[in-house]
């Protein structure tokens, strides 16, 4: 007889910014959260997890999908991106962009993926070549150091709106994006490692469709979540936490694939990431 | 400006056993889960967590709360306990309990409170002074290497169920208090360290809020909740999950804690924790 265990609950990566709060909600809220291991992280830290073999799901940066897209198959119809505007994926500039050749650009980013964007628009879009360093994440610094500055997520939002008035250009790097290639950007997928999606197929469906019910109940939602949200923020009220989950794109169909995989075209003629194997990127068919 | 973080939600700990699951059912359901930062772990990592300043709420096991009543303010109403069975701690012998004088009884548990309780009524109620060692719990083990065994949790539940037809003697030790003193047992309780409260009383009165209405709304749903848990369980049916989690009392109103401080006055005269001050336990009074 001995010890008899449970049976293991699949481990689910869950993102700990703002930008996945409504996937939170609609978890909790669908009482999903009853049948997962929860592990809550950075995305940087679920990135690693998820490649080790240390979750079984969980969300990833697109770029970290791409260097591990032979051992990772996407869950379908969910992402974390945007069809224009994003709103916390910004270049901020003292000086014109074009003028940014040759000059220092301050990268504050954890999100390669974010990152990534930035360097691509200036060198692709813009057409400069600028000298990148890596920086805190903090804004009014990173400007003294740097003619330009790259932030990313929660401490992006929190930036831009604290400060509108600040003598800066801003490009959103969501909306640069969809009007240099026409495409959303797709910043984050959620994927299944392979071997696991192989032996519990039946596990991986059940958290596909778990995440499809939460993404639909907290579309719905999002003023409820916007207001829950609010009580744990010093300055962003709960009106402009609507307008950043309604940019959010939390869907990842045929316009977004596309979107995706013109970002892998560009990404992997950088040699920044290998190239998708033809038909890419794979899903998972639960 | 510079980066403004978000203000910080309560870090809260979980129990990730099944006594504490109908808990977080009620979390999730209510959706309070979204105003505290939950840390799931085992009681004896909580525990040390706690006292240690990592988290500023969450269960406590009843010694380790009386080892540091001074820093802690027990959460009204809310404990893990029973007034009679409770299925899950368990002291099982080959030999009848009159004979352990001088034997070897194994410690299966990683509840210091069970564990106690154990040796208590064995030296105390029963009248021997048995040669204790620690053990991993696994019953048919320590049975060959001991007269007795004290198994606890997740495990003990499992193991009895999974054995009923084995020729060993179970005395459930919820119901030998019960028997012994007349008063319900109490396990665990919930804490707030007494520097959090006195910092931040409105967001401890939210939690213990938060945390009542989740007992409510649970004990509404119990039969849900086991239906859920059941899923993840390789024996465990619903239907005892549902008697196991109708077995837990999630109270602590007078009796409650007028047993606790009777085992804490028996803990004390044992020399094994310090005695509770004069008109303890102190609460949070929020």
New interface residues.
């Given amino acids: 007889?001995?010890?008899?265990?449970?049976?293991?609950?699949p481990r689910v990566g869950h993102i700990q910014f703002l930008n996945c709060?409504p996937i939170?909600?609609g978890l909790?809220?669908s009482?999903a959260?009853?049948?997962v291991d929860l592990f809550k992280d950075s995305p940087e830290r679920l990135n690693t997890a998820l490649v080790a073999g240390d979750l079984d799901i969980g969300p990833i940066s697109l770029v970290e999908y791409l260097r591990h897209a032979d051992e990772l198959l996407l869950l379908p119809d969910l992402a974390v991106g945007s069809d224009g505007p994003v709103l916390s994926v910004n270049l901020v500039s003292t000086s014109p962009l074009s003028s940014l050749d040759g000059r220092r650009v301050a990268l504050g980013a954890t999100s390669r993926t974010g990152v990534l964007l930035a360097q691509m628009y200036l060198e692709s879009a813009v057409g400069v070549r600028p000298e990148y360093f890596n920086s805190?994440?903090?804004?009014?610094?990173m400007l003294d150091e740097a003619d330009a500055a790259v932030i990313i997520g929660?401490?992006a939002l929190?930036?831009m709106h604290?400060?509108p008035q600040q003598p800066w250009d801003v490009t959103d790097l969501g909306e640069a994006w969809r009007t240099w290639t026409g495409l959303p950007m797709v910043f984050a997928a959620w994927a299944v490692r392979r071997d696991f999606a192989a032996a519990h197929p039946g596990l991986v469906k059940d958290v596909h469709e778990a995440f499809l019910r939460s993404k639909e109940l907290c579309l719905t939602e999002l003023d409820e979540v916007a207001a829950?949200?609010a009580?744990?923020?010093?300055?962003l009220s709960a009106e402009s936490l609507a307008t950043y989950f309604r940019a959010l794109d939390f869907s990842l169909g045929a316009r977004q694939v596309e979107g995706l995989r013109e970002f892998a075209r560009r990404a992997a003629e950088r040699g920044t990431v290998p190239p998708l194997p033809p038909g890419g990127p794979a899903f998972f068919e639960g």
């Fill in positions: 007889m001995g010890c008899v265990p449970a049976l293991q609950r709060l939170y909600w909790m809220r009482g959260l009853i049948d805190p994440p903090d804004l009014p610094r929660d401490v929190r930036a604290d400060a829950a949200a009580r744990w923020e010093e300055t």
